[in-house]
């Protein structure tokens, strides 16, 4: 499968500031999410955004999805330390319960 | 609810011998596991689709003789590494699936070959 790839692939911000991650993809996709991963560690799932979304919050986070350009978007507001991770998005393609990683965003939050 | 779980956490094992990882939903049926492998600082690369009471479907790649996929019932699936070597060493999770579209990490496997 082809990887999506994902803008920054490092970040790093103060804490309390927002920090936005952008993924593309390849395919037509029947959703798309988010997980984030601390370091040597497994997924955790933050949010899902289907096809037909545009965008969808989940507490500090806000997903954005633009079928036409094929991307998202990932923002994180007032961020905080225990955000320090790497973020992955991944797309779900239509017929398909294979999901596609993109390369993934690291992350850290300066205290 | 939606728990799985991989055994063993982290696991060192010799060149040459091999080494058997386990991926149990452990409350929930999974039709379908996947088996992902992530390199250092990298991202998770699909190894491959495990139906129960079927082969394994492999990507592209992937070796089936050296990655031996067993998905005996609803909540196992078992990834065995045969004769392992360093280059082996790598981060494996599995995913589980009970239904199209909807998929729950394990949190990895490390594997170590000396």
């Known amino acids: 499968s082809q990887q999506g790839e994902e803008d920054p692939q490092a970040l790093s911000i103060q804490e309390g500031e927002n920090a936005t991650m952008n993924c593309s993809y390849k395919?037509?996709?029947?959703?798309l999410q988010w997980y984030r991963q601390n370091s040597g560690r497994g997924l955790v799932h933050l949010i899902l955004?289907?096809?037909?979304?545009r965008e969808k919050h989940s507490g500090r986070l806000r997903v954005t999805l633009d079928t036409s350009k094929k991307s998202s978007s990932l923002l994180i507001t007032a961020s905080r330390a225990a955000d320090t991770a790497s973020y992955f998005c991944?797309?779900?393609?239509?017929?398909?319960?294979?999901?596609?990683f993109g390369t993934g965003t690291r992350l850290t939050i300066i205290p | 609810g939606a728990v799985v779980s991989q055994h063993p956490s982290r696991v060192i094992c010799k060149s040459g011998t091999s080494v058997k990882i386990e991926c149990r939903s452990l409350?929930?049926?999974?039709?379908?596991m996947f088996w992902y492998r992530q390199f250092p600082k990298k991202s998770l690369m699909l190894m491959a689709t495990?139906?129960?009471?079927?082969?394994?479907?492999?990507e592209q790649g992937v070796e089936k003789d050296k990655f031996l996929i067993n998905h005996a019932s609803l909540t196992l699936s078992t990834l065995t590494v045969t004769s392992a070597h360093p280059e082996d060493s790598s981060f494996y999770i599995c995913?589980?699936?009970?239904?199209?579209?909807?998929?729950?990490f394990g949190p990895g496997t490390r594997l170590t070959v000396t």
């Open positions: 995913s589980a699936s009970p239904s199209q579209y909807e998929q729950y």
């Open positions: 395919t037509s996709i029947n959703n």
């Open positions: 955004i289907r096809s037909n979304e």
């Open positions: 991944a797309s779900a393609n239509f017929g398909n319960e294979k999901l596609t």
């Open positions: 409350d929930f049926q999974a039709t379908t």
């Open positions: 495990s139906n129960e009471g079927s082969k394994a479907t492999y």
